[in-house]
């Protein structure tokens, strides 16, 4: 069984920043994609960025050049770094590795 675990998250001032981690356990980290979603209460969960097992990285048009997204395979571990923080980054951020979710963290980015 794999668990994942989000950490990071917290309070921020608009175009402050924040890195957010995903601490993965077992053994099959490294071969497989990660992503990371974040979701507003009553909207749908939505993908923010992506990295696959090579390092091949994606993002959604709202995080293009304020975030990005890393992993480091010897730790199990991957990373989104998020700068320019904006009030609608709010949400609670998780991570996704194969079928696996984190249970989230927060980030709060206040008006």
């Known amino acids: 069984q794999v668990q994942l675990v989000e950490s990071g998250g917290g309070l921020v001032q608009p175009g402050g920043s924040l890195t957010l981690s995903c601490a993965a356990s077992?053994?099959?980290?490294?071969?497989?994609?990660m992503g990371w979603y974040r979701q507003v209460p009553g909207k749908q969960r939505e993908l923010v960025a992506h990295?696959?097992?090579?390092?091949?990285?994606g993002y959604a048009d709202a995080a293009k050049g304020r975030f990005t997204i890393s992993r480091d395979n010897a730790k199990n571990t991957g990373y989104l770094q998020m700068n320019s923080l904006k009030p609608e980054d709010k949400a609670v951020y998780y991570c996704?590795?194969?079928?696996?979710w984190g249970k989230g963290t927060q980030v709060t980015v206040p008006s």
């Open positions: 996704q590795v194969n079928k696996y």
């Open positions: 077992g053994s099959i980290f490294s071969i497989h994609a």
């Open positions: 990295i696959s097992s090579g390092g091949t990285a």
